[in-house]
């Protein structure tokens, strides 16, 4: 037992020496730490730099808010055209192999501003007709894609200017479109 402590204590007198690789594998290490350090210092300092999107929303609100002559365009819009909401419709559609579908679909019409009011009441029930003329030939798979609904818009607008005198149909805005 003797011999094992003084192996053991041998060594404190001496110096230790380490091997070349070691060092050099430490040095290297240092390096890397230190290099690791800075591009993480550089990028933080980056992303500090960049407005964030709430400073981006402000700057925007701030800039419409002070343009001359906004009040004179938010009127012109207002006062752009007549919008002219219908009843729901709910009408079968055009059936193929399949169970019988439906549609209930609520619209609301966008006519130019010289569009007479007396005028569309009275030809309420030819638009009508003529929308639900529309909606029974179609299938419940063209309505159901995009371009299906965009080219209904675009039929509805054909049939309904056809035969209006005064005025003319903008738009057709969907508010409820519902295929069963």
Same mark, same amino acid.
């Given at each position: 037992?003797?011999?094992?402590?003084?192996?053991?204590?041998?060594?404190? %007198?001496? /110096?230790?020496?380490?091997?070349?690789?070691?060092?050099?594998? !430490?040095? !290297? *290490?240092?390096?890397?730490?230190?290099?690791? %350090?800075?591009?993480?210092? $550089?990028?933080?300092?980056?992303? &500090?730099?960049? /407005?964030?999107?709430?400073?981006? @929303?402000?700057?925007? #609100? =701030?800039?419409?808010?002070?343009? /001359?002559?906004?009040? =004179?365009?938010?009127?012109?819009k207002?006062?752009?055209?007549?919008?002219?909401? #219908?009843?729901?419709?709910?009408? +079968?559609?055009?059936?193929?192999? %399949?169970?019988?579908?439906?549609?209930?679909? +609520? $619209?609301?019409?966008?006519?130019?501003?010289?569009?007479?009011?007396?005028?569309l009441?009275?030809?309420?029930?030819?638009?009508?007709?003529? @929308?639900?003329?529309?909606? *029974? &030939?179609?299938? /419940?798979?063209?309505l159901?894609?995009? =371009?299906?609904?965009?080219?209904?818009?675009?039929e @509805?607008?054909?049939?309904? *200017?056809?035969?209006? $005198? +005064?005025?003319?149909?903008?738009?057709?805005?969907?508010?409820?479109?519902?295929? *069963?």
């Amino acid at each position: 037992m003797a011999e094992d402590q003084k192996d053991k204590d041998s060594t404190d %007198g001496k /110096p230790v020496s380490i091997s070349p690789i070691v060092l050099v594998f !430490l040095i !290297l *290490n240092s390096i890397g730490l230190a290099a690791l %350090g800075f591009f993480q210092y $550089t990028y933080i300092k980056k992303q &500090a730099a960049k /407005p964030s999107v709430e400073d981006i @929303i402000k700057k925007q #609100l =701030e800039e419409s808010q002070h343009h /001359p002559g906004d009040d =004179e365009l938010i009127e012109a819009k207002k006062d752009e055209g007549r919008s002219y909401p #219908l009843d729901t419709f709910s009408v +079968n559609l055009a059936q193929g192999d %399949g169970p019988r579908r439906y549609l209930r679909l +609520n $619209t609301v019409l966008k006519f130019t501003k010289d569009a007479r009011q007396e005028e569309l009441d009275a030809r309420k029930p030819q638009i009508r007709d003529s @929308i639900i003329s529309i909606l *029974n &030939a179609k299938r /419940p798979e063209d309505l159901l894609k995009k =371009e299906g609904k965009i080219f209904l818009k675009d039929e @509805i607008k054909a049939a309904i *200017n056809a035969y209006l $005198t +005064n005025g003319k149909l903008e738009d057709v805005f969907y508010t409820g479109f519902q295929v *069963n």
